[in-house]
């Protein structure tokens, strides 16, 4: 079909769609928000560099994108210029790696590139109207060595601990307040460059868990709650809850520096598994996100997936967000996932081989069950270099832009 052909028919599907569902025409605000990991297009264009970063923008922007929420780190290594953490620690770690055969394009030094990188990202999407925002992974690591920044080298004292003492140097432990500390003064760098939301990810974790959160004075603390060690297995869910007090006292923390810094800046949590309800979350990722919406922590909660009912898969897809929204119950907002990597086996490849659809074709019945279920917009993971096929890209963002048609149409009736 050629390219004029399949915008025709494109266009006419969305419409169908729309005027099928009169409430998506409704002028409720949905934003899609787009998991921007730039190091992805380094293949493509130059990613130090401001017509790069544009680049990169273009791209992104294929999808219907609104909001951009863009990586700020590799593990504990900053990609902007930071005085707080190391942008790089020598030569031997700035050199971009890769897992396969891949050529290695010169040399990477986003702590040191000119002009800062998140400083130009932010002021490119002011000028072009789209809200700037920050992806900040919940890790220190990202599974590599060569990422541990230079506070983590610094501090072995404050280094996580397996149940038999050993440490884990690639990560320190969020029980101790000079590590709240310094990464509340790394917020403080972001708010400089006049970010407007900040979302922690929880699926990125680095590996980290209750199996590392063993450091003495949580230890101790268990045996004064519950008058006895901490169990051996990490799963075991009042250790698992204990740990989860740790995170919450650090969102507290964040939530209050954020409103202080900023009132206006949204935050955001990104959370896998979050339904159905129960205590996934909280076992994988030491993410208790129910405490944080009832305490009023987070602005917004980015649903990164659900775990549906191959049997079912969309019935039992609406049923979860539906669960998720009754929960929430307005406390705040709420993104569903329209994310093309597949790492959990619950993103849209797996609809795709469980319904036989293409991955356009799903992206936008995602898309459209969000707002039909009354979601606040979407969250795209990530959007790489074709991450989201062209198809994808043009069927997410004609139905934006219909919608929006057809909200002005019915405003000016």
Request: charged fraction near 25%.
């Amino acid at each position: 079909m050629c390219y004029r052909a399949w915008s025709v028919v494109l266009c006419a599907s969305c419409m169908l769609i729309l005027c099928l569902s009169p409430s998506l025409a409704q002028e409720r605000p949905f934003d899609y928000a787009a998991w921007v990991d730039h190091v992805d297009f380094y293949r493509q264009f130059d990613t130090e560099k401001t017509e790069g970063l544009a680049a990169i923008l273009d791209h992104v922007q294929e999808t219907g994108a609104t909001t951009i929420l863009w990586r700020n780190v590799a593990g504990s290594t900053m990609r902007y210029q930071t005085a707080v953490e190391s942008g790089n620690h020598d030569s031997a770690l700035d050199k971009r790696r890769v897992e396969d055969t891949r050529a290695t394009l010169g040399w990477v030094r986003y702590g040191e590139a000119e002009p800062d990188i998140i400083r130009t990202v932010v002021k490119i999407c002011k000028e072009r109207s789209l809200r700037p925002g920050i992806h900040w992974p919940f890790e220190e690591t990202h599974w590599r060595i060569f990422h541990i920044g230079r506070f983590n080298l610094e501090h072995p004292q404050y280094w996580c601990r397996t149940f038999d003492g050993r440490p884990w140097w690639g990560r320190v432990s969020i029980a101790y307040e000079p590590v709240i500390e310094h990464k509340l003064k790394l917020v403080d760098e972001l708010f400089d460059r006049g970010i407007e939301c900040l979302m922690i990810d929880f699926k990125r974790n680095g590996g980290w868990g209750a199996f590392v959160e063993y450091v003495p004075s949580v230890v101790e603390s268990y045996r004064a709650r519950y008058g006895e060690a901490p169990p051996i297995d990490a799963a075991d869910i009042r250790w698992v809850r204990h740990v989860c007090g740790y995170v919450t006292g650090f969102l507290r923390r964040l939530r209050a520096h954020v409103k202080e810094r900023n009132p206006n800046v949204q935050l955001i949590v990104a959370v896998p598994k979050v339904a159905p309800i129960n205590e996934a979350s909280m076992i994988e990722y030491a993410a208790d996100w129910r405490t944080w919406v009832e305490e009023g922590l987070v602005d917004a909660l980015m649903v990164h997936s659900v775990v549906w009912d191959a049997k079912d898969p969309l019935n039992s897809t609406r049923a979860l967000y539906q669960e998720v929204l009754d929960f929430v119950n307005g406390r705040c907002k709420v993104y569903f996932p329209v994310n093309a990597y597949g790492h959990l086996k619950i993103e849209i490849p797996a609809y795709q081989k469980s319904l036989g659809k293409t991955q356009d074709e799903m992206a936008r019945e995602l898309a459209v069950m969000a707002w039909q279920a009354g979601a606040d917009g979407i969250g795209m993971e990530c959007v790489d270099f074709d991450n989201y096929r062209e198809p994808t890209r043009k069927a997410l963002k004609a139905l934006h832009e219909t919608k929006l048609r057809l909200a002005k149409r019915r405003a000016e009736e």
